[in-house]
């Protein structure tokens, strides 16, 4: 099952530090789960760090403005670390180069969270599949993405739900004035 964020969804502009799908992830006691990405570079810092290996308290999330949501405390195994360089070999942007800046890959319990330092959607899972995780082997498949995905992730989901974190991004929180003539989906046309 993949959840696709498209309120938090880098692409689109949203900072991709959400995590209300995490603290969902979390209170559910998910196994084999995973969150692709969490931008959050202060996480990702001490995360190098400490290098691979060592549980740490870290803060995950929501450091960009409140807006998006409360951080989540977690106790979390540092699995992999990466520089963020990598290249595509999904069906969208294959051959590519792509980087995610530098990046861990942290697990509490059954939970697997990528931490990247740069603004990203997943077009594949190339870039997961460098630090050792695949999400094709994950039962529950968190996306910060609204379409782009798809073409890397379609074919082997399950089942695709679209969700909506909190995020300064998320279009039913904006207030409109002076639209001037009938606009969908605000007026009936």
Request: contains cysteine; glycine residues 10%; aromatic residues 8%.
């Amino acid at each position: 099952m993949i959840f696709a964020d498209r309120n938090d969804n880098t692409g689109g502009g949203s900072p991709g530090d959400s995590t209300s799908m995490l603290q969902a992830f979390i209170e559910a006691r998910l196994e084999d789960a995973c969150i692709l990405y969490v931008v959050d570079p202060e996480a990702v810092a001490q995360c190098q760090i400490a290098g691979v290996g060592p549980k740490l308290p870290l803060e995950v999330g929501t450091k960009s403005t409140p807006l998006q949501g409360q951080a989540v405390h977690m106790l979390a195994e540092v699995i992999a670390l990466s520089n963020g360089h990598f290249r595509y070999d999904g069906p969208m942007f294959s051959g590519l180069a792509g980087n995610m800046g530098l990046s861990a890959y942290i697990k509490q319990d059954g939970i697997h969270v990528l931490l990247v330092t740069q603004r990203e959607q997943p077009f594949d899972t190339t870039f997961s599949q460098t630090l050792g995780l695949d999400p094709r082997q994950m039962r529950y498949i968190g996306v910060k993405s609204t379409a782009h995905f798809r073409a890397g992730f379609e074919s082997w989901a399950g089942a695709i739900c679209v969700v909506s974190e909190p995020s300064v991004h998320a279009t039913e929180n904006l207030t409109f004035h002076r639209l001037g003539r009938k606009v969908y989906p605000f007026d009936d046309i």
